[in-house]
């Protein structure tokens, strides 16, 4: 089975920073794409950022200049540095993983971590 575990979230002032982990455990197929998404109350959910195993970063564009996300294979863990953080960045952020092969995609979430970002 294949796990992912978030931590990080937590209570911020606007302006303030924090940094997301999700370390992923069991088999990890080698080509794979890992990132972040995050759901406010009564929107959809929406991808902040993914890297791709061949080191390929995309951004949302809210999250340009403000986040930033990396990986460290070695740990199976990814991270997203947020900074300048605004109310509005308040959300549930969630892990994803996409491990790739010819013909399927194997895909998996974490549990979610909550961020909230006072005024």
């Known amino acids: 089975q294949v796990q992912l575990v978030e931590s990080g979230g937590g209570l911020v002032q606007a302006g303030g920073s924090l940094r997301l982990s999700c370390a992923a455990s069991?088999?990890?197929?080698?080509?794979?794409?890992k990132g972040w998404y995050r759901q406010a109350p009564g929107k959809q959910r929406e991808l902040v950022a993914i890297?791709?195993?061949?080191?390929?970063?995309h951004y949302a564009d809210f999250a340009k200049g403000r986040f930033t996300i990396s990986s460290d294979n070695a740990k199976n863990t990814v991270y997203l540095q947020m900074i300048s953080l605004k109310p509005e960045d308040t959300a549930v952020y969630y892990c994803?993983?996409?491990?790739?092969?010819?013909?399927?995609?194997?895909?998996?979430w974490g549990q979610g971590t909550q961020v909230t970002v006072s005024s």
């Open positions: 069991g088999s990890i197929f080698s080509t794979n794409v």
């Open positions: 994803n993983l996409n491990m790739l092969a010819i013909g399927k995609t194997y895909a998996y």
């Open positions: 890297i791709s195993s061949g080191g390929s970063i």
